[in-house]
């Protein structure tokens, strides 16, 4: 297995250009199945959780073409039944489930096993299908959901941790071809909901309120190829942004939407760094003075869950006490063991680290469990003393483009040890 070696102490300068988002990039790709015509998807970054879910769509019948970020797709005849052995390797495969109901009225997906973020059920995106009529059936592993006829309803995804992303967007993709209106409450704010909304009306679907609480959705009879561009990734952004708060003279993240990124830049500047947002750039530089803080990730538009093992890195080495809480994934704490390898002082509090800030980490060999948390140990390993070895990084190519190149851009020095 590859890793990852992190030489710590160097400074990082520099502009860097983020791809685009994989939470969003995975729904939209998933929601070509709505239609026969071609697809073209637009900033599709390249990453092995994309990969997967591109095969996905090729074992299901569609016809996939990728160059340099572009896809096309096209799923003229497919399949309603997707296969073990690759769904099982990504949990948003999930999302296939939507719009195989909504166009073909059935499907049958291998139920997702729990995570190390958690234990991250279904039952939302289950009780939003049966909701809109669907028949759902859990047996040897799998789940079942079919339904003859697809009727508007409306439906509820409140949760006690807050609303669904990946649910919002599976009801949606469901709902876009259902009899009538559906309205679905407590939906999801994210922006990938937003951006997974704006491609099924490129479509022809009707939807209202992406990015709210309620999203009313009025069913047409058929939907119609089209061409869309991902957002840019907001947790990649944030990630940038966090490394150069942790060991920059000054880091820019440049094609990015800076409104997206307002809670972590707003809690950056409150840590004591200075933030300039410029059209779609937004530039860190070091504070005066860098300050401990209390953070609490919940839905957006608050804090993101993903940003949180990150920030916790930043929080490390920042003197005085820092509280920080998942309210979203109240387990989402693998990282702390592995920081406390490198020095740092964190005592774990249920869904809370309690962090007592050291003035230098050091090197170690460090295990990545999930990742976000591998993102995290990279950091860590920026501002450490000696080297650090992030291993099992695979978790990072998930979700980080070329994340070791980009940050050796911007003047770290890290080497990638093949296995
Ligand atoms: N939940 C339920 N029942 C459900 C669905 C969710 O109780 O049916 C709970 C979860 O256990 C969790 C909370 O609701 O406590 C939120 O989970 P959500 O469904 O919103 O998560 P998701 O849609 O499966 C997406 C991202 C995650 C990100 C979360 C929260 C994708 C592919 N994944 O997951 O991204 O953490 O939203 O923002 O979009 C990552 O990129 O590292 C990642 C894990």
Not at 21 to 42: H, M, Q, R, Y
Not at 51 to 62: N, Q, R, V
Not at 189 to 212: H, Q, R, S
Not at 252 to 280: D, M, Q, W, Y
């Amino acid at each position: 297995m590859d890793k990852i070696l992190v030489h710590g102490g160097r400074r990082l300068r520099g502009s860097v250009k983020i791809s685009g988002s994989k939470n969003s990039a995975l729904p939209i790709l998933a929601a070509t199945l709505l239609t026969k015509e071609p697809c073209t998807i637009s900033r599709v970054p390249d990453l092995s959780d994309i990969h997967y879910m591109l095969t996905i769509l090729s074992e299901l019948g569609c016809e996939v073409e990728r160059a340099s970020g572009t896809v096309q797709i096209r799923a003229e005849k497919i399949l309603t039944h997707a296969p073990y052995d690759i769904v099982r390797k990504m949990r948003a495969s999930v999302c296939i489930l939507g719009p195989l109901l909504g166009r073909e009225h059935e499907a049958t997906v291998s139920l997702p096993g729990g995570c190390v973020i958690g234990d991250r059920p279904i039952d939302l995106h289950l009780r939003g299908f049966e909701a809109l009529g669907a028949a759902v059936k859990v047996s040897g592993g799998n789940v079942k959901v079919l339904a003859p006829h697809l009727k508007g309803a409306r439906i509820s995804l409140r949760s006690n941790f807050g609303s669904t992303v990946l649910g919002t967007g599976n009801v949606m993709m469901a709902a876009v071809l259902a009899e009538g209106v559906t309205v679905i409450d407590g939906a999801a704010e994210e922006p990938e909901v937003v951006d997974l909304a704006n491609f099924l009306i490129a479509m022809g679907a009707k939807i209202e309120g992406a990015g709210t609480r309620s999203i009313t959705i009025e069913g047409v009879k058929e939907l119609h190829g089209a061409e869309h561009e991902v957002i840019p990734d907001r947790i990649e952004a944030g990630t940038f942004l966090a490394a150069g708060a942790i060991s920059g003279d000054e880091v820019t993240v440049s094609r990015v939407i800076p409104a997206h990124l307002e809670s972590v830049t707003g809690l950056l500047s409150k840590a004591g760094f200075e933030i300039l947002s410029n059209g779609s750039q937004v530039t860190i530089r070091p504070g005066s003075k860098r300050v401990a803080l209390k953070i609490d990730a919940v839905p957006y538009p608050g804090f993101p869950t993903d940003m949180q093992a990150q920030m916790c890195a930043l929080m490390a080495t920042t003197e005085g006490i820092s509280v920080v809480s998942d309210h979203v994934f109240p387990h989402r704490f693998m990282h702390v063991a592995e920081m406390k390898r490198m020095g740092a002082d964190i005592e774990l509090q249920g869904g809370t680290a309690v962090i007592k800030g050291v003035s230098q980490l050091g090197g170690a060999p460090v295990m990545a469990s999930d990742l976000r948390a591998s993102a995290a140990l990279v950091l860590a390993g920026l501002q450490a003393d000696g080297i650090t070895e992030v291993n099992r990084v695979y978790h990072i190519d998930r979700g980080y483009e070329s994340i070791d190149e980009k940050l050796n851009e911007l003047g770290a020095e890290i080497e990638r040890v093949k296995a």
